[in-house]
Structures are given as C-alpha cells and as structure tokens.
C-alpha cells in the first residue's frame, strides 16, 4: 500500500453550439443542483481523450470527439472532496440525441457570455475559454497570469 497521496485525475468537455455551451446540472452533492461542464474521473488504464469521451456519453447521451486541449487545472481546492486534476478538452458533437443520464439532472445550452457562476472552478475555465477562441488556441492552467498583455518574446 502506498502512502503518497496524489491528486485524482479528471476530465471535463467544452460542447459549443452558435453561442451557447452545454452545461449539466448535477444531480449529486458536491453543487448538487449547480450547472457544471460534463465530466469526471479517469478510471485507471484510460486515456484522458477517452475519459473525456465515456464521461460525456454517460452524462449526455452525445458522442463527441476532442478537437483541442483547453488546459490542465489543479488547483487543490478545486473539489471540495479531495485534490482532483483536470483536463479540458475543446470537442465536437459527432454523434447521439442529448439526453441527460447518470450524474446530470438536466443539460442546459448556455449563454458562453452569461456564465459567471458555475461548479467548481467551471467558471473561470468558461472565461479561459472565451480568451482561448481569440487567441489563436492559449493553452491555460489553475494560476496562469491572466493579464490583457502576454509578452509572447519568451
């Protein structure tokens, strides 16, 4: 038995459609009732693409394949029942009818512009993502610098 304590690894999806993303609204404590990405954990011998993939279809009912990695965010009080990681896929619909299923109690299309308030740290990623569609695909982390100037002449 190990005694190192490691953060848990997790995946989240970003689905656009025109100007809205689709959120679920948990079904299940933490922020039972909260809208929130669709994802969730890794299980062990999965890649995270394909995490993201089975968390997606098992919470929506919608085939989707990965376009882009948003970023990797860690931070340790992200999720109020341990230390997770995460990595946020940008994907695609390819496939399915949405239907929420298994931890959703809802999907909601959302207004990118209007979230401001979402389950763990979905908030600040949904911002990330709006500076991430124009800039040319930054890639993001927990605490990146997020200033307006990004001195690109490393």
Do not use: C
């Not at 990405?37 to 394909?50: K, W, Y």
């Not at 109690?105 to 512009?113: K, P, Q, R, T």
């Amino acid at each position: 038995m190990s005694s190192y304590r490691n953060p848990t690894p997790t995946v989240d999806a970003i689905l656009q459609k025109g100007s809205k993303v689709l959120m679920v609204r948990r079904k299940k404590d933490p922020f039972k009732d909260t809208l929130a990405l669709p994802g969730g954990f890794v299980n062990e011998g999965e890649t995270v693409e394909d995490a993201m993939k089975r968390e997606v279809m098992e919470e929506t009912a919608l085939e989707v394949e990965p376009i882009d990695i948003l970023g990797v965010y860690s931070d340790p009080h992200r999720d109020p029942r341990m230390h997770t990681m995460t990595v946020v896929f940008v994907a695609i619909i390819i496939g399915g009818k949405e239907k929420a299923q298994d931890d959703a109690a809802s999907l909601e299309w959302v207004e990118l512009a209007g979230i401001e308030k979402a389950a763990f740290d979905h908030a600040q990623i949904l911002a990330d993502y709006r500076q991430w569609k124009g800039n040319a695909g930054s890639t993001y982390w927990s605490t990146k610098r997020r200033s307006t100037q990004v001195d690109r002449n490393y």
